[in-house]
């Protein structure tokens, strides 16, 4: 029986500098930590896991303004997409994308490993 929902994660190349941009960018608190292949973000009620690729690049999959064509692409609120805006790019994030629609405001961003993110407003 499934019970509810316990992560959702992306896998990072290099786990401290991956924590410090979700840590900076995304304001987000390491909830737990496990050597160099597991790190638990939080922000809200949600759980963001970072699994460790031992330095193995990434690989990129397709993606638009409006975030991933294949594979998941995890949205958070935000009360103010313009201040996270900023954050996100002095963190080192790459902008994909930015829409101000009558269903809100969306920005769609790649992490340092080309995750791709989505902020709504």
């Known amino acids: 029986m499934i019970t509810g929902y316990k992560d959702f994660y992306y896998n990072v ?16 608190m390491v909830e737990g930590e496990s050597d160099k292949y597991w790190t638990s973000m939080r922000v809200g009620n ?3 896991g970072l699994h460790g690729s031992e330095g193995v690049a990434i690989p990129t999959t397709v993606r638009n303004a ?13 009360t103010d997409i313009t201040e996270d805006r900023a954050r996100i790019i002095t963190a ?3 902008i994909l994308g930015e ?14 490993d080309g995750n791709v993110l989505k902020l709504m407003k």
Not at 66 to 78: A, I, K, L
Not at 101 to 106: A, N, S, T, V
């Open 13 to 28: 190349s290099d786990m401290d500098r991956a924590v410090k941009f979700y840590k900076q960018a995304l304001q987000m």
């Open 46 to 48: 949600l759980t963001l």
């Open 66 to 78: 409006h975030g991933q064509e294949n594979g998941g692409t995890v949205t958070f609120s935000s």
């Open 92 to 94: 080192g994030g790459k």
């Open 99 to 112: 829409a101000n629609q009558p269903w809100g405001h969306m920005l769609v961003f790649e992490d340092l």
